[in-house]
């Protein structure tokens, strides 16, 4: 399992991001949901502070405190700076966990920010983005990105043996350049992103709260068509995750799901959360 996730519009979105211990967002049942493997997260990265999305952290704070597992792990929240929301819940959880096992971090991000993740051979980080959701209220986007080494684009199509010699001349340094590589992108609740944020990422997790625009009656989420556009224009290499989506859809969205070869013109799969069920992407 890479992603475990439950989200239904309104009501409560988490995703929990397996390989590096990121839940993104915490709306209400995650740690119930996640059992035991609310320990395991390392990170929490809060889009915007909507009660569909913090509403969990109550309860991962106290199991955190109180369940069987590492109670002296340290657990990082990253949120937008400035979300008065977020703000609020700050200092309610301070006041009522008084005496916590473990260190409680709070981080505030601005769109642009990054925050290490990993170090060694292949160092991995998230950077922030801005997104658009409502007026009132600063909210982000994070990308998962690892930086990779290749070949230098212009010795692509050397033989063998000329790419030998030139490991033998400058090293491995002088033949390879370093890339960085967006692996992840969340988009948390917002209208369509900005495809430069998220060019070439491999997985997009867009907001689809709407399936027919008819339906969106003010403009602070996406519809489907708007989703599979931004991963379009963004060139999203491998899938686009359709999360959020109004449980109106129950039914229409796993129609949707089930209509195998519906989007096969794309470069990408497009994966339709289910709303109000435990969904896990392998
Ligand atoms: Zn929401
Ligand atoms: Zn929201």
Redo the contacts with the bound molecule.
Sequence with gaps: MRILTYSKALYSTWLYYSADRILFDAGEGASSILGNKTFAIKRIFL????A??TAGLLSIVNIRNNAMGDKEKKLTIYYPKGNSLISEMITFLARTNRHLNYILEWVPLTAGDTVELLLGQLPRYVETFPTV??HN?V?LGYNIVEVRHRLKRNLVGLSQEEIVKLVQKEGKQGITETYHQRLFSYG??SVAIKPAYIQNTEILCHDTTFLDEQDRKAY??ATLAEAIATARAACVEKELICFHISSRYKEKAREIAEASGRYSELEFKVILVPPGRIFSIA
């Design positions: 889009s915007h502070g909507h569909d999305h959701h409502v209220e909210s948390g609740d602070k989420h």
